[in-house]
């Protein structure tokens, strides 16, 4: 049974097909508005302490991989495909893939991380 974790940017096209997806768009502050942190990603640590510091994250990290453990426990051990969409796909979605990954791990969930959009030009809206 294999868990994919995509991330992605709304504003690159249409989210990829998952059976969880969740959009960090209105409700999580957008790192892209702070200049200093706009042109870097979630390779970034400034990003990373950005995004996993945002009240809220942590607890949906949790809430994810739960979800995710509660899919594989179902009947007939389907592949689970989890999508994380933000505006551009360089910051909130990103580091939210790899956090929910790291997650996965400490409950002996192995999965793979997809970044759709991460390695795509600064979306100016």
Not at 26 to 45: G, K, N, W
Not at 90 to 108: C, K
Request: some cysteine.
């Amino acid at each position: 049974m294999n868990v994919t974790i995509s991330s992605f940017g709304y504003l690159h096209g249409a989210p990829p097909a998952a059976h969880l997806t969740f959009d960090l768009r209105h409700h999580f502050r957008d790192p892209h508005v702070s200049p200093e942190l706009r042109h870097m990603t979630a390779h970034d640590s400034e990003v990373r302490r950005a995004v996993l510091g945002t009240p809220g994250i942590p607890a949906l990290v949790e809430a994810i991989a739960d979800a995710v453990v509660a899919y594989r426990r179902g009947p007939g051990g389907q592949d689970v495909t989890v999508a994380v969409g933000c505006a551009g796909g360089r910051h909130r979605a990103a580091v939210m893939a790899e956090a929910i990954r790291t997650a996965l791990a400490d409950e002996d969930v192995r999965a793979t991380v997809v970044h759709r959009d991460l390695g795509k030009p600064v979306v100016d809206r």
